[in-house]
């Protein structure tokens, strides 16, 4: 019989790639996320009955251990950027991850992959860097040999950075940004996917991986970058950190008046994130530690922002027509 793996929140941006590329090393995946109902897209990632989407709440023991039963290894993607009701930073990125830890020790499972962020920092100001840490530390205690990855801003068509910036760069000639000189090292999803499978498969021994793709850029230069590709002309602006933050403020207020309806831009603990640099640290294991090549952005980006431009896809016959026009 096939092997098993349980992707802990497989439906996810990152995770739904780990299923693809495990679906194709032809195990059996059970992907275990809060609403199965709508991560029935899984399911074509390989033949009937492979990838199955199960119900499963990270905050809970007997959820992740009924998930957990039978399987050979189990990789956990859930994370959370911004608090919302009982899914804390705490109870998600701490607990939840040393809980995944803990009873895959129990059931027997013998291989683990653990993603989590470049920035991880147990000294941290930031709640997200401080409980990603110490989410680290709960998965080592309970599997010491588990492969943790680190990657810096992931990119990809499901991503919720260029394809946020690309949709706010239609809404008028200037495009703010807080950080514009902080440093990222974006790295392709299905990159971090395979190194994910990696772990999986015991090809790589157990450690901390720091995943970050081959050129660094400021957070201006990628919102430049993004620009050229959408074929936009905007004006970037950098908002300084001390007014990011009252403007954190305010929009926590707006979020507690209404109830939660209205979501913020941006949170006080993002502005601390980006008050540093999210770059692979020097002398740190990565992709080559791992034999792999991390792809650009360049060879990528184009593919799904092309829907942002103009004319969307007939932005390039348009050209086309104005070239031959001039001649």
């Not at 693809?20 to 059996?28: D, L, S, V």
């Not at 709640?127 to 990855?149: F, N, Q, R, S």
């Not at 090809?203 to 430049?224: K, S």
């Not at 007939?314 to 001649?327: C, G, R, W």
């Amino acid at each position: 019989m096939s092997k098993l793996v349980t992707i802990f929140g497989g439906s996810g941006f990152v995770g739904r790639y780990i299923a693809r590329r495990m679906a194709k090393e032809g195990w059996r995946v059970r992907v275990a996320t809060r609403n199965p109902n709508e991560a029935m897209f899984v399911r074509p990632y390989g033949v009937v009955g492979q990838v199955e989407p199960v119900f499963c709440n990270i905050r809970d023991d007997n959820s992740v251990a009924s998930v957990t039963e039978g399987a050979d290894a189990v990789v956990n993607c859930v994370g959370v950027l911004d608090e919302v009701g009982k899914n804390t930073f705490d109870a998600v990125q701490t607990e939840g991850a040393a809980r995944v830890a803990r009873i895959a020790a129990e059931k027997g499972v013998t291989r683990m992959v653990h993603v989590s962020a470049i920035g991880a920092d147990a000294e941290s100001q930031s709640a997200y860097a401080k409980t990603k840490a110490a989410g680290e530390a709960g998965v080592l205690d309970h599997m010491p040999g588990a492969v943790i990855l680190r990657p810096s801003i992931i990119f990809g068509p499901e991503d919720e950075f260029f394809n946020r910036f690309a949709g706010m760069s239609r809404m008028g000639p200037v495009l703010p940004v807080v950080g514009a000189d902080t440093r990222f090292q974006p790295v392709y999803v299905d990159d971090v996917a395979a190194a994910a499978v990696k772990g999986v498969l015991g090809e790589a021994p157990g450690g901390v991986y720091e995943l970050g793709g081959p050129d660094t850029h400021t957070f201006r230069e990628l919102i430049q970058e993004m620009l050229q590709i959408v074929r936009r002309r905007r004006l970037v602006v950098n908002i300084p950190f001390w007014m990011a933050k009252i403007m954190a403020s305010v929009f926590g207020a707006i979020r507690v008046m209404s109830l939660g309806i209205v979501k913020p831009m941006i949170t006080k603990d993002q502005v601390l994130n980006l008050t540093v640099d999210n770059v692979v640290a020097e002398g740190a294991d990565g992709f080559a530690a791992l034999g792999l090549r991390p792809t650009s952005m360049e060879a990528v980006l184009p593919d799904y922002l092309w829907r942002f431009r103009p004319s969307g896809q007939y932005d390039a016959i348009k050209e086309s027509a104005k070239n031959l026009k001039n001649t």
